[in-house]
């Protein structure tokens, strides 16, 4: 009955996946008949653009984001570079996309998106190769990698959908050439494919990361030729330094964290006591089962009157009601007790080798570090990733200032996480 179950479940698995890759062909075959029609298939419209209220698979321009777009594009055409156009628009205060989109009610929010918005590079690159503005519909640019996967993969370009005259163009072709010309002048770079990597170091002042200057010896802003915020340009930070502050600061957590969390597994350890009581209540709870069938022989045999039967029956109810309610907790909590080892042991290594860590290995950080906010090369505040079991732990025990072995390092408790502050004097 079991392995028919199993093979039961199993096979109605599989034809829900059946049906769900069929399902997905059948819908993307029909947009794409659609878009072939030249309707406007995307859920999103490209800046420039509104939905016709009319007809929602059609483009109409919006005015107000349009003169933006043909001054992209002409600065683009008459030699103005991408960050020269990024900048000019940040200097003028030129609401953003998003800011756009927002203001005139459209919903649109991102997981990328900063809390400082401004006009970047990719944004104005973006725009500049969008043959939107021709007046054409593209349709299939891109598809899932798996049916109900997000990731997205490009599609070769003979694979596109590509219909001319859908909607008015807000760009001239001469202009559109013109401008791509001039602004895509480098050869393409050979980017390894995979997903690009997650930043660690932090510009406060725009969110955006820090790169190295030309010379590698130092980190920058990498919006601060673009950014028109002044702090943004204050950041320039020595690399050598910086790094080995960081490291410094890591090896310090990850002792502390250590020595807590080796604290904390030996309380966890102690579950033969719990599993011990747990034998008890339920010796208990047998030897109550046969005292109420005890009571009965003695009420039937007149050894005890009716009252005092009912009385000592409802109290052993109550006793067995009771412990069958907590035996059931406390096994879930040795449960819970022995996973939390389990996932301790696993990483203790994982510490071990972070509390040793000597070279500025990006990845291993990245498994303890959030961010790394770089104000001065007096001041850097790291954010630690409090997901982690090791670190709420200590969190907890964090309630107040204090200060730990390492020199000029303080520990700070906050309602949303630990912040560690190195205040190095270099």
């Not at 059948?26 to 309707?39: C, L, P, Q």
């Not at 200097?91 to 990328?112: D, N, V, W």
């Not at 949303?416 to 270099?426: A, K, Q």
Request: charged share 30%; hydrophobic share 35%.
């Amino acid at each position: 009955m079991g392995m028919t179950g199993g093979m039961s479940v199993a096979l109605k698995n599989i034809i829900n996946s059946m049906y769900s890759r069929d399902l997905s062909k059948k819908v993307r075959s029909a947009m794409g008949t659609r878009a072939a029609r030249g309707e406007y298939m995307g859920a999103l419209v490209p800046y420039g653009y509104l939905k016709n209220p009319e007809n929602m698979h059609q483009l109409i321009p919006d005015e107000e984001a349009t003169e933006v777009v043909r001054m992209i594009f002409t600065m683009a055409a008459e030699g103005k570079k991408k960050p020269e156009i990024a900048r000019f628009l940040n200097e003028r205060g030129t609401p953003t996309c998003m800011e756009h989109f927002q203001a005139i009610g459209l919903k649109r929010k991102s997981h990328r998106e900063k809390e400082k918005k401004l006009w970047t590079i990719t944004t104005i690159g973006d725009m500049l190769k969008n043959e939107v503005y021709l007046g054409k519909t593209i349709w299939n640019k891109t598809k899932q990698a798996a049916v109900g996967s997000k990731r997205q993969i490009k599609n070769d370009r003979s694979e596109w959908i590509i219909m001319e005259g859908t909607h008015e163009p807000l760009v001239s072709q001469e202009l559109f050439d013109m401008a791509n010309a001039k602004a895509f002048t480098h050869k393409k770079k050979n980017v390894p494919t995979g997903r690009k990597a997650q930043p660690i170091l932090i510009c406060p002042y725009c969110g955006r990361r820090l790169t190295l200057t030309s010379w590698g010896n130092a980190y920058r802003c990498g919006q601060a030729a673009i950014s028109n915020i002044a702090e943004c340009k204050t950041i320039h930070v020595d690399k050598e330094q910086l790094e080995n502050a960081i490291l410094t600061c890591t090896r310090t957590m990850a002792g502390i964290v250590s020595a807590e969390a080796g604290r904390k597994k030996k309380e966890w350890l102690q579950t033969a006591v719990i599993e011990e009581k747990i034998g008890m209540m339920e010796a208990e709870g047998k030897r109550l089962s046969s005292r109420k069938l005890r009571l009965y022989e003695d009420y039937r045999s007149d050894r005890i009157t009716k009252e005092q039967y009912r009385k000592e029956y409802e109290n052993a109810a109550s006793q067995i009601l009771e412990i069958k309610k907590r035996i059931p907790k406390l096994k879930d909590e040795v449960i819970r007790i022995k996973e939390q080892v389990m996932k301790m042991k696993e990483q203790e290594a994982e510490l071990e080798g972070l509390s040793s860590l000597e070279t500025f290995d990006k990845d291993k950080l990245l498994t303890v570090i959030d961010s790394v906010q770089v104000y001065s090369e007096e001041r850097i505040e790291i954010v630690w990733k409090m997901n982690d079991g090791f670190f709420s732990e200590v969190a907890e025990k964090k309630n107040r200032l204090r200060y730990s072995k390492a020199r000029n390092v303080i520990i700070e408790k906050t309602s949303w996480s630990l912040v560690l502050w190195c205040l190095f004097i270099w």
